[in-house]
């Protein structure tokens, strides 16, 4: 990351890096080893946000996140403006396939993804979907992505340096994620096992704006015990479904 120049900017890293961390304590060292930044600039923006009840100090001199910092989070999340449209389609999926449904949306910036709202099956075993910046070429919600961009923008994620391998069945090679993408462009959807998170089947489409753009994208996700290779033609089914309906939500004048 380096060092950054604006107190702000400094204090919201650290506040950023702190949610995408795994959960617990960590100290000013240790912070800053992982962002790459200075130690005294790590204490100065951990002490900005301390000031601000953003985060708690332990007797060990130890940083968490705050009570307040999780009310923000809690807080925000029903407000984003894309909840609103994509959650009767993520309601109607989970209802249709019984799993798990959500919907991710596409950062032509960053190209990488991330879930905006997804709706939890009713079976004892769920998946748990933390809110952090996922990759494009792992995952059946990622590769639904990355099948339907242009060649350009596909050439660019999979040339990416140190592409990461979330599991043993990550597929990391461009050759064979090129494959990967014909079926998937064939098909219309992906279908992932493992890819992502070890023991998860996941099936995911693409979802246009009126125009064509590429917003987004709906999946399901099935721990692998419970899948029947039966199910994928029914669940892929609503998913294509579900999606064109998004789209065609957004051509009768939804604006986020």
Not at 15 to 34: C, K, N, Q
Not at 54 to 66: A, G, I, P
Not at 129 to 145: E, N, Q, T, V
Not at 178 to 205: F, N, S
Request: a positive charge.
């Amino acid at each position: 990351m380096g060092e950054l120049r604006r107190p702000f900017s400094k204090a919201i890293a650290v506040l950023r890096w702190l949610v995408d961390a795994s959960h617990g304590s960590y100290g000013v060292r240790e912070i800053s080893a992982a962002m790459n930044a200075p130690v005294t600039t790590t204490h100065r923006a951990l002490n900005a946000l301390l000031q601000e009840g953003l985060v708690v100090k332990n007797d060990s001199n130890r940083y968490t996140l705050s009570l307040e910092a999780y009310r923000l989070g809690l807080a925000l999340a029903p407000k984003s403006p894309w909840r609103e449209v994509c959650m009767p389609f993520v309601r109607r999926a989970s209802r249709e396939t019984g799993e798990t449904a959500a919907f991710s949306i596409f950062d032509p910036v960053r190209l990488q993804r991330f879930t905006a709202a997804r709706m939890e099956s009713d079976h004892a075993v769920t998946i748990v979907d933390r809110g952090y910046w996922k990759p494009l070429h792992a995952g059946a919600s990622g590769l639904a992505l990355l099948s339907f961009l242009d060649e350009a923008t596909q050439a660019e994620v999979l040339g990416m340096p140190n592409i990461s391998r979330e599991t043993t069945q990550t597929i990391i090679d461009p050759i064979e994620l090129r494959k990967k993408m014909e079926a998937v462009r064939a098909k219309g959807y992906a279908v992932t096992r493992g890819q992502l998170i070890a023991g998860v089947v996941g099936i995911g489409a693409p979802v246009f704006h009126p125009d064509g753009r590429l917003l987004g994208s709906m999946y399901v996700s099935i721990p692998e015990q419970r899948f029947a290779e039966r199910r994928e033609d029914p669940i892929a089914a609503s998913l294509l479904a579900c999606c064109s309906a998004f789209t065609n939500q957004l051509a009768r004048g939804w604006t986020g």
